[in-house]
């Protein structure tokens, strides 16, 4: 069952797709990953999003079409999320950095 994405959640979806597509860095769109662990600290499963180009989404050597194939070859869907989560940290990370200096003066 797939829940309309809150305010929130469709925020952080535009920051997951705004990191460009995880293998060739083109833009992207998110994809759903399959849900786990969800009510072990994940939120919903627009919270398990990554960004893929058209092409690693749904082309014909993608995520959808070739999934074992495309995990040997970049890792897992979970392994994809943990990077995608890490970097959008990064970026708040520097954001918030960026803002504080700017308070500063
Ligand atoms: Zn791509
Ligand atoms: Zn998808």
């Not at 072990?40 to 050597?61: A, D, K, N, V, W």
């Not at 520097?94 to 200096?101: D, V």
Request: net charge positive; glycine share 6%; with cysteine.
């Amino acid at each position: 069952m797939k829940k309309a994405p809150t305010k929130a959640e469709r925020e952080h979806m535009s920051k997951v797709a705004s990191l460009g597509c995880l293998v060739c860095q083109r833009p992207a769109n998110v994809h759903h990953i399959r849900p786990i662990g969800l009510g072990m600290g994940m939120r919903s499963s627009h919270y398990q999003t990554i960004p893929l180009c058209r092409e690693h989404h749904q082309g014909q050597f993608s995520i959808h079409n070739c999934k074992q194939e495309f995990e040997a070859m970049y890792g897992t869907e979970h392994e994809m999320l943990q990077r995608t989560l890490k970097e959008i940290e990064n970026i708040e990370e520097a954001n918030n950095f960026f803002n504080y200096n700017k308070g500063e003066k």
